[in-house]
């Protein structure tokens, strides 16, 4: 239907007044490059988002455009002159407080600019926010990123994805040291010569940091494009993409690149977005051919702009066995990457990939291969392994694995070779500080919900006694009977210290070994925990255990604590 508006010419480059319509007015303007560029920037000008690399003091803005003041949305409203620009070689910091930085603002730095612009590749602003911040604290300039190791910018950069980003990051600050010490270079010939910098990144450091003339086109602007001008082709398509890098060079504007560009790119993730746009606010509505084809019938939304793809190549199913090890101090056997791939360089359980479908998964075929890859990392023992049950997903933009987790416990004194590879035992907090991806995160909280936590109290022969609420006969108490006797070397894991004669640890144990809690028992074993020095975080657990030692009496019952 659009190849019955569009002619033979329109397929072809448009020059830009032909694309926006010059015979339509925008807002109010005769639809020239100029009334174009200045309707973007007032509109930019009055709501931009407020971002950390933009200098801007927090609160940031997260998913949605949020106007400067109340009184920029006025003025805005009554159709206010766009803000002075400044000259050629500015950037310009729009209505920013002079103590911005006291109030908790990172200073604007071209190099926070690159962070910003790598990690905002597939990822949105919201999740970016939050790694941007805290990259910028461990790594705040050039030479700071050259300096460090590359397990620290993994660290760093887990949970974000696409981690081959990160690697190029690091190399390519290690090659501004080299060659431009450690100042990122203003020309496109120049960034384009740093690894990993692209086009689009190189036009985005040279615009926004520096203010040069230089074009930007990602998939923001390549939506805003093709409905501001009715292009045809879907939104991957080469040709569309030099559609729209041609168009970007004619309306640049000559004098405040850097907030232009940004603007371009506000206007398609904010207004002129992919499924809901909101076109009432759009400061260019008048000019876009796609909202005039759409008021006529002709098509049947704007979003119909870009075309979609025609058939996309479905997401590789892997299924994979993770073997999920601790050992006596609660630490978890994790190993890393390799350096190239998917999850490059990130710390995982060790995993095999199984020739069955998720269906068809075998746990015996699955733990004795595990048996064979632990004994690569010196467990060569056959360490008694037990199925989590229900696999775990979790999906990549290209593939979707299905893992299936099998948990074992090393007790102390486990016989132990040398590991044929990079092994790294790590406690729970000490993972997280190392940097986990999203998928060894799910892994780890759905080992947390599947365990209880323990709180023992040891007399001198080792006894141990769980206390339940119930009364005797129930699962509790018989329950009780089999842990009346020297405490299981899994059970004694970090030590600390209590009153003379006891001895407290934290341990975990499979939940389906254990008998279910009523949420009044959980309540009422919370409680003691907490008295006994538990930690806040156990409260966050399903189900809990307390035990003391046999000889202390039983506690009143329940009815009459609340009475109490």
């Not at 480059?13 to 490059?33: A, H, K, N, Q, R």
Request: net charge neutral.
């Amino acid at each position: 239907m659009v190849a019955e508006v569009e002619d033979d010419r329109a397929r072809q480059l448009p020059d830009i007044e032909e694309v926006l319509g010059g015979d339509v007015p925008v807002s109010g303007w005769s639809g020239s490059e100029p009334e174009i560029r200045e309707a973007l920037l007032k509109w930019y000008d009055c709501e931009r988002r407020r971002l950390p690399w933009r200098g801007d003091p927090p609160p940031w803005s997260e998913n949605k455009a949020k106007l400067r003041s109340e009184a920029a949305r006025r003025e805005f409203s009554k159709g206010c002159p766009p803000l002075s620009a400044g000259g050629a070689g500015q950037v310009q910091v729009i209505d920013l407080d002079e103590s911005a930085e006291a109030a908790g603002a990172f200073p604007r730095s071209a190099y926070g600019v690159w962070v910003s612009e790598v990690m905002l590749q597939q990822t949105q602003v919201e999740v970016v926010i939050g790694y941007w911040t805290r990259w910028m604290d461990r790594f705040p300039s050039i030479d700071a990123l050259a300096a460090a190791k590359a397990e620290e910018v993994n660290a760093a950069w887990a949970g974000l994805g696409f981690y081959g980003r990160a690697r190029r990051l690091h190399e390519g600050a290690r090659y501004v040291m080299e060659h431009h010490g450690g100042e990122l270079p203003q020309n496109i010939e120049d960034l384009l010569r740093i690894p990993g910098v692209g086009p689009y990144t190189a036009g985005a450091i040279a615009s926004i940091a520096f203010n040069k003339r230089a074009a930007v086109v990602d998939g923001n602007v390549v939506r805003v494009f093709s409905r501001l001008a009715a292009l045809t082709g879907h939104g991957k398509s080469p040709a569309l993409h030099r559609q729209c890098w041609k168009l970007a060079e004619a309306l640049l504007d000559p004098e405040r690149p850097s907030a232009f560009n940004q603007a371009l790119m506000e206007l398609g993730a904010t207004v002129c977005t992919p499924l809901a746009p909101a076109c009432s606010r759009c400061p260019v509505r008048t000019a876009c051919k796609a909202q005039k084809l759409a008021a006529a019938g002709t098509v049947t939304s704007v979003t119909g702009f870009p075309a979609k793809q025609a058939s996309q190549k479905p997401r590789r199913h892997r299924v994979l066995a993770l073997a999920a090890v601790v050992n006596a101090k609660g630490a978890w056997m994790l190993v890393r990457r390799p350096p190239n791939g998917l999850l490059a360089g990130q710390l995982e359980f060790p995993a095999i990939e199984l020739d069955q479908t998720q269906e068809t998964v075998v746990p015996t075929q699955a733990i004795s291969c595990l048996r064979e890859l632990l004994a690569d990392f010196g467990l060569c023992c056959d360490l008694p392994l037990t199925t989590l049950g229900a696999p775990i997903e979790h999906v990549f933009s290209h593939e979707h694995h299905f893992m299936h987790v099998f948990r074992g416990t090393v007790p102390a004194g486990f016989p132990a070779a040398e590991p044929k590879r990079d092994v790294h035992w790590l406690t729970p907090s000490e993972a997280e500080e190392a940097g986990i991806t999203s998928g060894l995160q799910k892994v780890q909280e759905v080992l947390a919900q599947r365990s209880h936590i323990f709180e023992i109290y040891e007399d001198s022969e080792g006894r141990v006694a769980v206390r339940f609420a119930g009364e005797k006969g129930d699962a509790g108490n018989q329950k009780l009977e089999l842990f009346q006797g020297p405490v299981p070397q899994a059970l004694t894991l970090t030590p600390q210290p209590l009153p003379p004669g006891r001895v407290f640890a934290q341990c975990a144990l499979p939940a389906e070994e254990l008998p279910p809690l009523r949420p009044e028992q959980v309540a009422e074993i919370e409680e003691e925990l907490l008295k006994a020095g538990g930690s806040e975080r156990f409260r966050r657990l399903s189900l809990h255990l307390g035990v003391q030692e046999r000889q202390v009496p039983r506690k009143k019952t329940r009815a009459a604590q609340r009475e109490r």
